[in-house]
């Protein structure tokens, strides 16, 4: 069973930057793609970010290109996700997923494609 843990999220003014650590337990995170999703209030659950299982693949949402950046590490068994001049709309709970590695070079946009998540960090942009 792999067990994943968010954290690094808050509150923060537009702008300014976060960033966010998705620590794993349980198993090694080299068998798996790796993604970052977001749900903000009355909003559906959003991809943001993937990152290929040895780092040679990303693939991110049209809303955060050009200013987030996932990045892992599988010998710390982790996974990150830089968030620079954050906008009030990047405001949700963040989570991020491991989909098993299957063959193809992306990780999924699809959260059903993921068997496992962590429970979330929330990051707050105020204007």
């Known amino acids: 069973q792999l067990q994943l843990v968010e954290s690094g999220g808050g509150l923060v003014q537009a702008g300014d930057s976060l960033r966010l650590s998705c620590a794993a337990s349980g198993r090694s995170l080299s068998n798996y793609n790796m993604g970052w999703f977001r749900q903000a209030p009355g909003k559906e659950f959003e991809f943001v970010a993937s990152?290929?299982?040895?780092?040679?693949?990303?693939d991110y949402s049209d809303s955060v290109k050009g200013r987030f950046s996932i990045s892992r590490d599988n010998a710390k068994n982790s996974v990150f996700l830089q968030m620079n001049s954050l906008k009030p709309e990047d405001t949700a709970l963040y989570s991020c997923?491991?989909?098993?590695?299957?063959?193809?070079?992306?990780?999924?946009?699809?959260?059903?494609?993921?068997?496992?998540w962590g429970q979330g960090t929330q990051v707050t942009v105020s204007s």
């Open positions: 997923g491991a989909q098993p590695f299957m063959g193809g070079s992306l990780g999924s946009p699809d959260p059903a494609k993921y068997r496992y």
């Open positions: 990152i290929s299982r040895f780092g040679a693949s990303m």
